[in-house]
């Protein structure tokens, strides 16, 4: 059971918008930054968005980030096929002396 | 060019030890903390602990915390995750990642990661 909580699926035909989700709580979400990754099947994960809503380099500005109170979403605009993979919220909870929690993980199908 | 590149599959039987390791490249590797997460076959991403090459400063999330052991090498750019005993639910991908800031807690740079596998 994983502290920030994703759809397990989501899914688009090309040039669809989609949105995922990420809930969590006061002490991750709702006090620290969200961010999101990219893993293609069989890669690593890729640095999507930092900070809610930063898009690092290189990221194409289809996806963009957002956060409110204790949750935070991920937005995909005009769909691609190469977009099929899976997504992960990301944040530091202050719980624990402090860690980083990740959800659970969504997978993007591409119709 | 900056790489994070991890050192190869291993296969092992429980009660073995092992040590992964994780070298960086093409940054000043002192300034920049090296995670660890835990990926078991067909499942999510668990972040597992964090170290900070320049003075060694470690971290445990609390779920792998006694279980594993992060250390690094700073003369060498290299950060290493270890067991001392294995287990088969110790089965998984390992990567290693840079925090990408000082103040916020993205991992901007990853490994292709290391294939662990434990059986008898």
């Known amino acids: 059971q994983s502290v920030l909580t994703q759809p397990p699926s989501a899914s688009g035909t090309p040039g669809q918008r989609v949105t995922i989700s990420c809930s969590g709580s006061?002490?991750?979400?709702?006090?620290?930054?969200v961010h999101w990754y990219q893993q293609v099947t069989g890669a690593a994960p890729k640095l999507l968005i930092s900070?809610?809503?930063q898009r690092p380099s290189g990221v194409p500005d289809r996806f963009s980030g957002s956060k409110s109170g204790t949750s935070a979403s991920l937005a995909i605009s005009g769909l691609r096929s190469e977009d099929e993979a899976d997504y992960y919220c990301?944040?530091?909870?202050?719980?624990?002396?402090?860690?980083?929690?990740f959800g659970g993980g969504t997978k993007l199908t591409v119709l | 060019e900056v790489h994070l590149v991890q050192s190869g599959a291993e296969v092992k039987k429980p009660g073995e030890s092992l040590k992964i390791s994780c070298k960086g490249s093409?940054?000043?590797?002192?300034?920049?903390?090296i995670g660890w997460v835990r990926q078991m076959p067909g499942k999510g991403l668990e972040w597992m602990g964090i170290?900070?090459?320049?003075?060694?400063?470690?971290r445990y999330s609390p779920s792998f915390q006694g279980q594993v052991t992060i250390s690094v090498d700073k003369s060498s750019s290299t950060a290493y995750l270890q067991w001392s005993s294995l287990k088969a639910s110790d089965t998984a991908m390992y990567y290693c990642?840079?925090?990408?800031?000082?103040?916020?807690?993205?991992?901007?740079?990853w490994g292709r990661g290391t294939l662990v596998t434990v059986s008898s």
């Open positions: 170290i900070y090459p320049g003075d060694s400063d470690t």
């Open positions: 990301a944040a530091w909870d202050d719980s624990l002396s402090g860690h980083v929690v």
């Open positions: 093409g940054y000043t590797f002192a300034n920049y903390w």
């Open positions: 990642a840079r925090r990408g800031s000082e103040f916020y807690w993205y991992f901007d740079l």
């Open positions: 006061s002490s991750n979400i709702g006090r620290n930054y």
């Open positions: 900070r809610n809503d």
